[in-house]
DNA sequence: CCCTAAATGCGACGACTGTTGCGTTAAGAT
DNA sequence: ATCTTAACGCAACAGTCGTCGCATTTAGGG
């Protein structure tokens, strides 16, 4: 029954969009009636939430390339192709969240567990030497996946992989570069 | 009639937010009947629209400050303040860029002006020296702003005026370092 | 096999949003 | 001053969203 809901909120996602979602509309395509979705998920952000939170992966973790940069870019890769997907989940759960409090708590909630998951990329790159100990990790990852973020999701402008792996590499340089101005 | 109404709609933001903005709110705070209102700005998407577009300051352009970095930091001072304001009308337009093409479009309009105004401190700095010729000016203030917006929209997390201006800073020197290592 | 409780289907209802037709008012031109 | 036109106020209306009461089904335990 919850799969069938969720595949029917993603299939009406494709179609129309985070804007033409209604109840209504994933009712009738799952065959489960409006009033069981209004007592379950309670409105159209709560099927969004529950369809992120199905489709978060419990063991998701950040590639290891043995670089930092290498790291970096395939975080940027992930983010480019998540919010580039048609239908891009992550794109309607944001626009949830600036109608309801639980799309928005949900989403920090994801964003909180993956960007504390990545922060491990930044331990790496420190054992390895590419990094000063005491790096902010947060810091560096904003860096990285911010622009990707905002040309994306506000700026509303294409994104290439290309360019999304040439923030990365910013990215790493940056701090590395920090690194190198420090030393003597 | 059209500032009446304005200044309705900045003050309901300010007291319940743009998910509690209503087009009868608005009305019985101005004065203005509820028809008029639908007539003149179709929705609430409208108001802020006109909001945005009141606010924009036709002969805004970048503060000069002599070098890059400094530059840059102005710029996410505004940034920095113009998303933590209450009420702030960026926020509230960009909430209803989710909702109707209207705003979207409206927004992407702004800040495509915007930066295409900023763009001229990168010439300045490719004057001074500080940069190298044919760098992309919107790739260095996506670099830039980018983790500002991210931080502060979509993550939904704190960001003082000095972590901006760190990220200035970052930006600044990650392309600066990028001239150094094309040098011989 | 039956009994109980939880979940679902169903129809109807109230609340809210946006629209329309019509009368009234205000502004500008001759 | 009068006429014309556009904007506004007003009330009623239709469409949609979310909720509620009740009947039916399903699952689990005695």
Redo the contacts between chains.
Sequence with gaps: MRSEVLAAVEAELAEHG??GLTIDAVAVRSGVHRTTLYRRWKSVSGLLVDLLEAGADDAWEPADTGSLEGDLIAVNREVQAALTARPSVTQAV??AS???PEA?EA??RF?DDRYRRTAVLVARAVDRGELPAGVDAH?LL??A???????L?????PMSRA?AD??AR??A???A??RA?DLP
């Design positions: 985070y804007d944001i626009a600036f109608r309801t928005a989403l920090t964003w810091q904003l860096t996946t911010g622009p990707v973020y905002h040309q999701v506000l700026l509303r402008q360019q040439h923030h910013i990215a340089k940056a701090f570069a920090a101005a």
